[in-house]
């Protein structure tokens, strides 16, 4: 609480007429972030497109957002503060789960998408790669930078449920990090 205080310019005693404790500080900073961040999911998706370049714009914000955090952010949450992370938790498993469904929906739709793709199950596994790649045990950031492993985890997962066309619209479109960065 006194490195925030500082930074922010005021005196602890004031920070601490609007936050409790530091618990409830980084609470109501995870329900900001949140509430920011669908609010650019949902201006990035009337964007309009098709279901690829929405998973790609989505993509951008994913790793403007990263590349900003430590990638321990999920497992210090998890660790000190578990109702900020259940609070992002339900927000991952909630919205976030829901977007990823109505875009692979919408992709069998167009047909860039494989037919017999299991909706419930490959956005499960989608949502739920993500803290996998902010795993330093699994992927230590000095060896694996965010933004070229979240390329390769997405490349990775486009192409497993893109059909014969959704593969060539890729293969034209995205074929190198730099579309996502």
């Known amino acids: 609480m006194d490195d925030v205080a500082r930074e922010l310019g005021i005196s602890k005693k004031t920070l601490y007429v ?8 980084v609470l109501a900073t ?11 999911i949902d201006d990035t998706l ?6 690829i370049d929405r998973w790609f714009r989505i993509a951008r914000l994913v790793t403007e957002d990263m590349s900003e955090m ?4 999920y497992f210090d949450l998890r660790r000190y503060y578990p109702q900020a992370f259940q609070y992002f938790e339900q927000f991952r498993n909630g919205e976030i789960l829901a977007m ?5 929906s919408r992709g069998k739709e167009e047909g860039l998408y494989r037919a017999d793709l299991d909706v419930d199950v490959v956005s499960r596994l989608y949502v739920n790669i993500i803290p996998l790649t ?3 045990e699994v992927f230590p950031s ?13 490349r990775y997962h486009v192409r497993g449920i893109a059909s014969k066309e959704g593969l060539a619209y890729l293969d034209h479109h995205y074929k190198n990090p730099e579309v996502i960065s």
């Open 18 to 25: 609007h936050f409790k404790d530091k618990k409830h500080l």
């Open 30 to 40: 995870i329900q900001h972030y949140v509430k920011n961040h669908k609010k650019c």
């Open 46 to 51: 009337a964007e309009g497109g098709n279901a």
């Open 70 to 73: 430590k990638p321990t952010i």
């Open 100 to 104: 990823i469904k109505q875009n692979l």
């Open 134 to 136: 902010m795993n330093p």
């Open 142 to 154: 000095a060896q694996y930078p965010f933004i070229k492993l979240y390329f390769e985890v997405f």
